[in-house]
Each structure stands twice: as structure tokens, then as C-alpha cells.
């Protein structure tokens, strides 16, 4: 629940008693002594948090509309690209780590930001939900994850990322890359009494689609007690190496 | 707007969410003035003697780890002595501290769940930690750590070790206390407790993302000249 909405209810409330002067007192003092407590079990929208899986069955992928050069692309150039970044363990960036299951939600009970972590080893998906416009594009060094900020539309998350680099595992599902110009449009969603959570996906990039290309994933709620482990990544394992890319001399680098 | 999280209690607990930074408070400029200030762990002697051995190895001009050139991940206490924010994400029945560095993010679980039995314990470098609130202190019990690093002051971690954390805010919620106490009797020969304060980053802070590139080779170099011995 945003500040605001704590300060109107308390505000009816005295109202309701008639003696608005004091309400107003009340509510400011009210703000001042819980502006550091969370009432359990009040957040902003609909509860998201909690570990969400993917099955057989959860990916709606339909082929993308590539943009020509895009389409004409030796694909090994893109397999390559992203074989790379696994072999030495870059950061796979999005949209590969909402492909791993399970992820992890937190939604910060004072509304103000919403985290996701996933198994491997990358950088948490902060989504700012306290209003913030995007990072200033002077000043923001693009990363694998983008710069992400998000609004409720009734019951809908609706998260914008752009600031995108080109490291990490830039493969899209159904065809197409991110890149530094890449938009993305997640709608984070409940679905089936809360059992399953929708996010549909909704890339613009002139240079990559002919036009916006959706998709969307459909989680299961994890058991009760499921917990998120670590898949450590290490570059130096050279078995790993040869494994992934037949050791171009790159264990011994 | 919909508020399908109903309210399941009256019980209110400190909001500790946000980034928080160190800042040398006590030191020259760098860190090296807050880290002093920690007590020295009370460790076996065969743990003193490798931290010397280790220190005599480095001031020969020996690499004495390559998990920088590596880009290995961080094991924790690592990204609560750096300087570089890590953020809390809070919910009713979790806690995720999202570090800058490069490691995973730590989840401390709130629901009520128990520590695995050693048969189904998974180690991990931030090892398995859950928590709860006595008051207006989070205290959370940590086991099962994969890695055999450092702690301020000295200590050590290893497979056997528990630490025990009390995260309480402070400064009217400006700053946010920690309470570590590490104990592992194979390692210290009493539990080994410091505190360390963070102070909350302006509102409008975004994480960065820290690169590694193990296959840059500038990566390495920091540690490979001088030349090797």
C-alpha cells in the first residue's frame, strides 16, 4: 500500500468521527512512527513473491518477425556469441534468466521495489516501483539486465527495461537478440487462483523485429519450502571448456 | 489499485529494505580504519600460522589466489566488508540481500522453515540461512557454507561454521546495525562477534552490475607481473 493510500484511509477514518483537524494530526503522526515498519502482509498489488517454476508446458513461443539483415543471419553467429558468455561465465543478462527455473520474487512490502533472483550466478533484476523514471541514458552504463521500472495496472505489473548492453546471453525466445537498443515490456500477472503467475514478454528493436515480438511464459508456484540453490559458475574449470566450445585455448587463456 | 495481499496480521516490523553502503567512518579515506576497528577472532593455532604463511607468500611476490583472474565467485561475508551497496528486498516470508559484487544474492527464508539435516544440506557460499524477528531485530542463523574464506577480524569459514546475525536499524532507521557471530569449534577457540553499520543510500540508488571477464586479459593481470617465483 503506497504512503498515499495510508494517509486517505486514515483521513476518512477520522473523518468519519468528525474531527478532520485532528485526523490530519494523526495521520501525519502516524507516517512519522511507522515510516519504518511494514505491516506484515500489506503490499502494493497483488502478491507476487515467492519462488515460481517453469514445466513442459509454461513457454507460448511464437516465431519472431526478424527484421531482414536479422533474418539472413548465419545463426552461428548468434550461437557462438552466447556459447562464449556461458563458457566464461558472463553474466547472462535478460531474457535467459527468466528461463531458469525456479525464480525468486520478493516484492518489497512498502511497494518500492520488486527483486528477482534466479539459480545462476547474475545480478538480481531490480524493478523500481517507487515512481522513478528510467536511469538517465548520459549517466547509465547499459548492463546485461537493463535499467527496470514498473507500475501496477490493476492487478497487472506492468515492467519497462530498456539500457540494455550486448553482453551475456543475448539470444531471444522465438528468434531476434537484445541489444543496446532493445525495449522490453514484461505484464506480470496472477493467473489460475494465484497458482500461476503469467509474464508476457514484448521486445521493440527497429534494427532486430519487423514489429513488437510477444511471448509469454506461464510459471507454477513452487512447492512450500522450495528453496533457490546456487549454480556456481567457474571458468577456469577446463573440462567445462572443452565441454562447451572444444577448448579453443581458451581454458589455458 | 487491488489489494489481493490482504492483511494477515497486525504485527509490524521494521521496514529494512533499500541499499546500504559502509562508509569509513573511522579511517583515513579508505576502508582500512573500520576494519581495524574489529576484533581480532580467536582462531587454532594452525589457522594462525596459514594466515602467515599465506601473508609471507604475497610479500615474496607469490599468487597466492587466482580467483580474481578467475573471476571466482565471492563467498559471503565478502560483499558485507566491500564497499560497493547491496540492496534488501523484504516480504512477509523472505529477505534477499542483492549484492553489487559478483556472487549470488542471499536469501534468508522467514516462513517458519527449519535448517535441512545434514543428509539434504546443500552448501552454498552464502550457505542456508533463515530468520526471525525478536522485537524489532532480525536475527538470522546461517549453516552449510560451501567455501573456506575470510571473515573481519580474522576468522575463518569453513564447513562446520554457524553464524548468527542481528540486523536492527538505528539512527532512525538511517543506519542499519549487523551483529555477526561466527562460531565453528574446529576453527575458533570462542565465537568471534563484531559489528558493522551500514548507512542507507539516497533514495533514487540503482545497482549496478560488476563485471568479471575472466577472458579479458587485463583481468588477469593485476596478479600475474610480477613475474612468478
Request: glycine fraction near 10%.
Amino acid at each position: 500500500m503506497s504512503i498515499l493510500k495510508k494517509e486517505e484511509i486514515v483521513k476518512r477514518t477520522f473523518r468519519a468521527f468528525g474531527i478532520r483537524v485532528l485526523g490530519i494530526v494523526a495521520a501525519v503522526a502516524s507516517l512519522m512512527t511507522t515510516q519504518n515498519a511494514l505491516a506484515l502482509g500489506a503490499a502494493a498489488g497483488p502478491n507476487l513473491s515467492g519462488l515460481w517454476e517453469l514445466r513442459f508446458d509454461s513457454a507460448n513461443v511464437p516465431p519472431a518477425s526478424l527484421a531482414s539483415a536479422m533474418a539472413t543471419e548465419d545463426p552461428s553467429v548468434q550461437y557462438q556469441h552466447d556459447m562464449n558468455a556461458i563458457r566464461w561465465c558472463h553474466f547472462m543478462g535478460v531474457p535467459y534468466v527468466m528461463g531458469v527455473s525456479p525464480i525468486d520474487i520478493v516484492q518489497n512490502l512498502n511497494g518500492k521495489e520488486v527483486l528477482i533472483t534466479t539459480p545462476v550466478r547474475n545480478p538480481s533484476r531490480h524493478i523500481y516501483t517507487d515512481g522513478r523514471q528510467h536511469a538517465n541514458p548520459e549517466t547509465f552504463d547499459p548492463v546485461s539486465g537493463g535499467n527496470s521500472i514498473g507500475h501496477w495496472e490493476g492487478e497487472t505489473l506492468v515492467v519497462d527495461t530498456v539500457g540494455f548492453s550486448g553482453e551475456g546471453v543475448t539470444r531471444i525466445p522465438g528468434g531476434g537478440r537484445r541489444t543496446p537498443d532493445s525495449h522490453l515490456v514484461e505484464r506480470f500477472r496472477l493467473v489460475d487462483g494465484g497458482n500461476r503467475l503469467s509474464v508476457t514478454f514484448t521486445w521493440e528493436d527497429a534494427k532486430v523485429f519487423q514489429k513488437p515480438h510477444t511471448y509469454e511464459f506461464r510459471y507454477y508456484r513452487a512447492p512450500k519450502g522450495t528453496e533457490q540453490r546456487e549454480y556456481d559458475c567457474n571458468a577456469s574449470d577446463e573440462a567445462r571448456a572443452k565441454y562447451l566450445l572444444g577448448a579453443p585455448g581458451g581454458a589455458s587463456k | 489499485m487491488a489489494l489481493s495481499q490482504t492483511a494477515t496480521s497486525s504485527t509490524k516490523v521494521p521496514d529494512i529494505s533499500g541499499f546500504w553502503e559502509r562508509k569509513d567512518e573511522f579511517g583515513g579515506g579508505s576502508f582500512g580504519g573500520t576494519l581495524e576497528r574489529i576484533p581480532k577472532a580467536s582462531i587454532k593455532p594452525e589457522y594462525i600460522e596459514a594466515a602467515k604463511r599465506a601473508a609471507a607468500a604475497a610479500a615474496r611476490g607469490e599468487v597466492v589466489s587466482f580467483g580474481s583472474k578467475w573471476c571466482l565467485t565471492n563467498s559471503y561475508p565478502f560483499f558485507m566488508q566491500h564497499s560497493a551497496a547491496w540492496d534488501i528486498a523484504q516480504s512477509q516470508d523472505e529477505i534477499i540481500q542483492a549484492p553489487e559484487v559478483h556472487t549470488f544474492a542471499r536469501h534468508i527464508y522467514l516462513d517458519g522453515r527449519k535448517h535441512p539435516d545434514a543428509e539434504h544440506l546443500q552448501r552454498s557460499v552464502n550457505g542456508h540461512a533463515i530468520g526471525h524477528w525478536e522485537g524489532d531485530t532480525l536475527v538470522v542463523d546461517t549453516i552449510g557454507f560451501s567455501n573456506t574464506g575470510g571473515t573481519p577480524g580474522g576468522g575463518r569459514v569453513g564447513p562446520g561454521t554457524h553464524l548468527v546475525e542481528r540486523f536492527k536499524l538505528v539512527d532512525g532507521g538511517k543506519t542499519l546495525s549487523v551483529t555477526s557471530t561466527w562460531d565453528d569449534p574446529a576453527i575458533y577457540l570462542k565465537p568471534h562477534t563484531y559489528e558493522m553499520t551500514y548507512h542507507k543510500s539516497e533514495p533514487g540508488t540503482y545497482a549496478f552490475e560488476e563485471y568479471c571477464h575472466a577472458d579479458d586479459e587485463a583481468q588477469g593481470g593485476s596478479v600475474v607481473p610480477p613475474p612468478q617465483k
